[in-house]
Nanobody, 123 residues
């Protein structure tokens, strides 16, 4: 089993920045793909970003490309999501995910999930 714990969420004004962290423990493997998803009230969970085991192949949703950066530190079993130029529409619960089947933009592509951290962007 893999446990994922997110941190770093909070309330920020539009245009501001936040950095989310996701610490993995338990049966962790650096080869796991790590991803970030988000879910706003009344909406489905959607893909935000993902990164392969080496950190050399990040993928982003079009809505966050150029504003968000995903990175990972395998020595610390931690993945990060740097979010800049935040917009009110980025408000959501952000979830960290891990999987062993390659980068996927789908919820079904990941085996392990964190409990989520709230990000609220005020206008």
């Amino acid at each position: 089993q893999v446990q994922l714990v997110e941190s770093g969420g909070g309330l920020v004004q539009a245009g501001g920045s936040l950095r989310l962290s996701c610490a993995a423990s338990g049966r962790t493997f650096s080869s796991h793909v790590k991803g970030w998803f988000r879910q706003a009230p009344g909406k489905e969970r959607e893909f935000v970003a993902a990164i392969n085991w080496s950190g050399s192949v990040p993928s982003y949703a079009n809505s966050v490309k150029g504003r968000f950066t995903i990175s990972r530190d395998n020595g610390k079993n931690t993945v990060y999501l740097q979010m800049n130029s935040l917009k009110p529409e980025d408000t959501a619960v952000y979830y960290c995910a891990a999987g062993s089947r390659g980068i996927s933009l789908r919820v079904e592509g990941y085996d392990y999930w964190g409990q989520g951290t709230q990000v609220t962007v005020s206008s």
